[in-house]
């Protein structure tokens, strides 16, 4: 089964408007952490936001939000006023804190284009 | 300036031939990792290495094999056996603590773009 699911291939958004990316997952860890990252068309990863599971409030970080909600598997991230400068890949990603392995395991990624 | 650095940028191979990614960090960080991101897709873990003289295989670990011998490096070799290099590969750190002080994000060098002519 896929640990993290972007249901979502390709977004479009206008400036200044928000936009939410959808991420669901799947784990029994009890303790994991959460991760979104951009991914410009130059290839880095640049990291955003992170939540984990026991924060009892969702994570903010500038335009950058995630909608948090346990019971439902769902990590969604908001970016409230879009940019241009925003299009890019974004990846939602997971670490079982359970397993003891520090590396993430990451979705297939949405792409944003965001319109003028 | 702290970061990753990843070498070649770009490096074109013939079928066959065994080729190595350089990755050096100096952000002090325990934990290294190798990542293959193939067009479209998501990046899948192929190798991780925890401590220096240690290193634990990912889920696509066939066909490529690493080294820690220092704290700062964590080469990737993609063997012959590797049956389909083609790919766009990515080095990462993290530190390795625990607890609401260490989100432990994964920092990502630039990547190496690697073709098999």
């Known amino acids: 089964a896929q640990k993290i699911t972007q249901t979502q291939p390709g977004m479009f958004v206008q400036e200044k408007e928000a936009v939410t990316l959808d991420c669901t997952y799947d784990?029994?860890?009890?303790?994991?952490?959460l991760f979104w990252y951009k991914q410009p068309s130059s290839g880095e990863m640049i990291f955003l936001i992170y939540?984990?599971?026991?924060?009892?409030q969702n994570a903010t970080e500038g335009r950058y939000s995630l909608n948090f909600q346990k019971a439902r598997k769902s990590a969604n991230l908001v970016i409230s006023a879009s940019q241009l400068g925003d299009s890019a890949m974004y990846f939602c990603a997971m670490r079982e804190e359970g397993t003891g392995r520090r590396a993430l395991t990451f979705g297939s990624g949405t792409r944003l284009q965001v319109q003028p | 300036d702290g970061g990753i650095t990843q070498s070649p940028k770009y490096l074109f191979r013939k079928e066959g031939q065994n080729v190595t990614l350089s990755c050096e960090q100096n952000?002090?960080?325990?934990?290294m990792y190798w990542y293959r991101q193939d067009p479209g897709q998501g990046l899948r873990l192929i190798y991780y290495s925890q401590i220096v003289n240690d290193f634990q295989k990912g889920d696509i670990a066939e066909g490529y094999s690493v080294s820690r011998e220092k704290k700062e490096s964590f080469p990737l070799t993609v063997t012959s056996a590797q049956k389909n290099p083609t790919a766009f590969y990515l080095c990462a750190s993290s530190i390795v603590g625990q607890g609401r002080a260490h989100t432990g994000e994964l920092f990502f060098g630039e990547g190496s773009r690697l073709t098999v002519l």
């Open positions: 939540q984990g599971s026991y924060d009892q």
């Open positions: 952000l002090n960080h325990d934990a």
């Open positions: 784990t029994s860890d009890p303790s994991y952490g």
